[in-house]
């Protein structure tokens, strides 16, 4: 417990409509432990998220910073840094 910010946790809970059809978490608590379950990483740059999905297998080399910003799995954190969810 404790790896994700406050921060990182309410912009998931706000926002996770935009990675699943139907509400995963119904509170912080609930958002906290789903982000732990499934291992969603904070990563500081747009860059990282590149090498990160790159890692994971995923095609993103012809992809723009804009268009990687936009993946559903992808929440911009109001600091700056980027939560993956691969859910």
Known sequence: MGEYTEECISTFLMNQGQLFDEPVAENYDEAEAFLEDCL???VDNLD???A???????????MSD??????????ALPDGQYLIVMG
């Open 52 to 62: 990160y999905m790159e890692e994971e297998g995923m095609d993103v080399e012809e």
């Open 40 to 42: 969603a990483v904070v």
């Open 66 to 75: 804009a268009e990687l910003e936009e993946q559903s799995e992808v929440f």
């Open 48 to 50: 990282d998220v590149r």
